[in-house]
């Protein structure tokens, strides 16, 4: 027996259909062309895409016993009574819902918002969304039967009835961080219809079948489970082999984002300042929290085309080489890398990234060195700062395409003072999926025995000592400078 597991993206979708005992027989990844200019997405564009994927998939393998999706999230599709889109959605990184976020904490109170939902109200909520279109597409929303989110989206299409999983729930604004009642205050101040909200599901639980009509046309005598996935996030924390308090994945990817495992709920004026949600993790007895960095594998692939690339094509192979140039020596120069804005913590301020002790004396691999030296530091800041919340980490596992880089990994090392695991997967989404998956179906006992069979760690970077003295007292200056930044007395 196996499973198709799929992973979408804002732009690509990832599709691995995985053996029982969590052999890899298939893995495919392709653009769905679903993302419109205006912050849209078409997603019945991604379903032709899976659908045409899944057609191929059937005619290889036998014995498919179930499917099951995860995406990113906050975007909100509208659906008719059969589950189909009505309109594109809007993508969770659009930012016209602006007014909205500033009328709605106005009137509900923005703390108020953060002690019952566990987010911060901004304008990748999707109840900030629902309001814009409210607001400017009523008639979209009237004859809206049910508000879906994207992976629900598709397994509703292959069969499943409407439904929301627990981890879109949890980040709605509009239900507490458990996912088990709604905020009335909320539905009422923005006119939510509550009867389109369908009910929510936890993750690895079955949802219906693939529908007679897909059988036929997969040509598949017993039809697979549909089972319950979600908001990629949780699924690639747990994929990379995190299940216990202290427990953190570092994701180094486009962006970068350090997701840490709570014992309890942790909602505190500190925790509200910095930006740190929380919700409830799976349905375990533990909590989920994250530091985001919207541009760390950015800020490289940003300095590295504008300094070496003559194309828009970024070349794996040549950035590793000119990193392993660039850590050889060492500089005053200070990158700040919020070349997309400010995540955690402090969100809600305007902020740009900036270079900071530039001379006519620097070279291209001193500007590269201070680009890896800033996302480091960057993310240690979120770490102190996690301290300051009685929010420590004891464990970190690294993921994503910049754990590749074997030099800029040892630097983070170096920087953050603490040794990083090294998960074996370049995917974790997909192996956190399996885990779910394979779990629910019986194939293994515990969800750490299903990650292990697709992910084990394979080895750890640990801080060199002889580097310390020298970062620490560099990170001293990243901090002292960021602190007069953030407070407005320097611009940059």
């Known amino acids: 027996m196996s499973v198709i597991c799929i992973d979408i993206g804002t732009t690509r979708c990832k599709i691995s259909t995985i053996e029982s005992n969590g052999q890899v027989l298939s893995e495919s990844a392709f653009s769905h062309n679903a993302q419109l200019p205006d912050n849209r997405l078409d997603s019945e564009l991604i379903f032709r895409a899976i659908d045409l994927e899944l057609q191929r998939l059937f005619s290889q393998f036998d014995s498919i016993d179930g499917i099951t999706v995860s995406s990113f999230g906050e975007t909100l599709i509208c659906t008719d009574e059969s589950g189909t889109a009505l309109a594109p959605g809007i993508l969770y990184f659009d930012t016209r819902a602006r007014p909205q976020v500033e009328k709605l904490n106005s009137l509900l109170g923005e703390q108020q918002i953060y002690s019952h939902t566990g987010h911060r109200l901004h304008t990748v909520s999707p109840l900030a969304k629902f309001?814009?279109?409210?607001?400017?597409?009523?008639?979209?929303?009237?004859?809206?039967?049910?508000?879906?989110?994207?992976?629900?989206?598709?397994?509703?299409?292959?069969?499943?009835?409407?439904?929301i999983s627990k981890s879109f729930a949890v980040a709605s604004n509009w239900m507490d961080y458990h996912a088990k009642e709604q905020w009335p205050d909320a539905l009422e101040a923005t006119g939510m219809p509550s009867e389109k909200l369908p009910p929510v599901r936890s993750a690895g639980t079955i949802a219906g079948h693939l529908s007679p009509d897909l059988c036929k046309r997969y040509h598949c005598s017993t039809p697979p489970r549909l089972i319950v996935g979600g908001?990629?996030?949780?699924?690639?924390?747990?994929?990379?082999?995190?299940?216990?308090?202290?427990?953190?994945?570092?994701?180094?990817?486009?962006?970068?984002?350090?997701?840490?495992?709570?014992?309890?709920?942790?909602?505190?004026?500190?925790?509200?300042?910095?930006g740190f949600y929380c919700e409830q993790y799976f349905d375990t007895p533990n909590y989920l929290t994250s530091a985001q960095l919207p541009s760390g594998g950015k800020s490289l692939t940003w300095v590295e085309q504008l300094l070496f690339s003559s194309s828009k094509d970024f070349s794996f192979e040549v950035c590793e080489r000119h990193i392993g140039q660039a850590i050889t020596q060492k500089n005053d120069i200070l990158f700040f890398p919020l070349i997309n804005?400010?995540?955690?913590?402090?969100?809600?301020?305007?902020?740009?990234?900036s270079f900071w002790g530039l001379t006519?004396?620097?070279?291209?691999?001193?500007?590269?060195?201070?680009?890896?030296?800033?996302?480091?530091?960057?993310?240690?800041?979120?770490?102190?700062?996690?301290?300051?919340?009685?929010?420590?980490?004891?464990?970190?596992?690294?993921?994503?395409?910049?754990?590749?880089?074997?030099d800029w990994l040892q630097l983070r090392s170096n920087i953050l003072g603490l040794p990083l695991w090294i998960s074996s997967?370049?995917?974790?989404?997909?192996?956190?999926?399996?885990?779910?998956?394979?779990?629910?179906?019986?194939?293994?006992?515990?969800?750490?025995?299903?990650?292990q069979s697709t992910n084990p760690i394979c080895g750890v970077k640990n801080p060199r000592s002889s580097e310390s003295d020298y970062y620490n007292k560099k990170y001293r200056q990243y901090r002292e400078l960021r602190n007069l930044i953030q407070n407005g007395v320097l611009k940059n």
């Open 131 to 163: 309001c814009w279109m409210r607001d400017h597409e009523k008639r979209l929303i009237d004859n809206t039967s049910y508000f879906l989110f994207m992976a629900d989206y598709i397994l509703v299409r292959l069969g499943a009835s409407p439904f």
């Open 231 to 274: 908001h990629d996030q949780p699924f690639a924390t747990i994929g990379a082999g995190v299940y216990s308090p202290g427990d953190a994945v570092y994701g180094m990817g486009t962006s970068d984002s350090l997701n840490l495992i709570l014992p309890k709920p942790t909602l505190t004026e500190h925790t509200y300042q910095y």
């Open 341 to 353: 804005g400010s995540g955690t913590p402090f969100s809600l301020t305007p902020l740009s990234g």
């Open 360 to 406: 006519d004396q620097a070279s291209p691999y001193d500007l590269i060195l201070s680009v890896l030296e800033g996302v480091a530091f960057e993310m240690k800041f979120n770490l102190e700062l996690l301290h300051d919340c009685d929010m420590d980490c004891k464990r970190i596992i690294v993921s994503g395409g910049g754990a590749q880089f074997d």
């Open 425 to 451: 997967s370049k995917n974790t989404g997909i192996s956190g999926l399996f885990a779910l998956c394979a779990t629910a179906l019986g194939y293994f006992n515990t969800l750490q025995d299903a990650v």
